[in-house]
């Protein structure tokens, strides 16, 4: 069975710092990554996702991420944050084409004036 | 394109009583999904459906049913309302890998 862990609950920072939220994984076979964000009182919206190739992928509103397959990690990172990031994140592994989504708890990023 | 719709936003039951979600999406998606939404548990599939006339269970399908009868709409149907499925639910869809979320329904059951 798969899991994912999100190291962090809440992670405040100040505007246009640097960020990095923690993705772990577990799964026996070969795993699709992907990283949502759900603003307040919205439905998720996918930011990235790793699915081959690559292990560096880029997605929307500046958000990196890098698919570490030894550590078992994908970790989202964003250079500078705006106000306008503050929001839920959330990681989810599938290891099955449409099928088996597992999420993790979420990481709110809160940014700070 | 108004991609994942869902109605209602809003809805309040009483113990015991029934009531169906409607989820639809103009996409023409193979697969869609129903999840709820914890505070701090993330989201947790109930059923989910690869295609029009199939349907399968996800992680937490006690309390609900779904039908899928065209491509476009998959309602999850809640029987005998309970106060532990008071909680947010989103309808997705998806091509393949990446899902389209619709933008919930808040449940309250008392």
């Known amino acids: 069975a798969q899991s994912v862990t999100q190291l962090d609950s809440q992670v405040p920072v100040f505007e246009e710092a640097p960020v990095e939220l923690r993705c772990n994984y577990s799964s026996s076979v070969s795993v699709y990554l992907f990283w949502y964000v759900q603003y307040p009182n919205q439905g998720l919206q996918l930011l990235l996702k790793?699915?081959?190739?690559?292990?560096l992928v880029k997605g929307i509103n500046g958000f990196e991420a890098e698919f570490n397959k030894s550590q078992t990690s994908f970790h989202l990172r964003k250079p500078s944050v705006h106000i306008s990031d503050t929001a839920e994140y959330f990681c989810?592994?599938?290891?099955?084409?449409?099928?088996?989504?597992?999420f993790g708890p979420g990481t709110r990023l809160s940014v700070l004036p | 394109n108004a991609g994942v719709t869902q109605t209602p936003k809003f809805r309040i039951l009483k113990i015991g009583q029934s009531m169906t979600l409607q989820c639809t999406q103009d996409?023409?998606?193979?697969?869609m999904y129903w999840y709820r939404q914890d505070p701090g548990m993330g989201l947790k599939l109930i059923y989910y459906s690869v295609g029009a006339g199939i349907t399968d269970k996800g992680e937490v399908p006690n309390g609900y049913n779904v039908s899928r009868s065209t491509t476009e709409d998959f309602p999850l149907r809640l029987e005998l309302a309970a106060p532990s499925q008071t909680s947010v639910y989103f309808c997705?869809?998806?091509?393949?890998?990446?899902?389209?979320f619709g933008p919930g329904t808040r449940l309250t059951v008392t």
């Open positions: 790793y699915l081959s190739g690559s292990t």
């Open positions: 997705a869809s998806s091509p393949s890998y990446e899902q389209y």
């Open positions: 996409m023409n998606h193979n697969y």
């Open positions: 989810a592994v599938t290891d099955n084409y449409g099928q088996n989504f597992v």
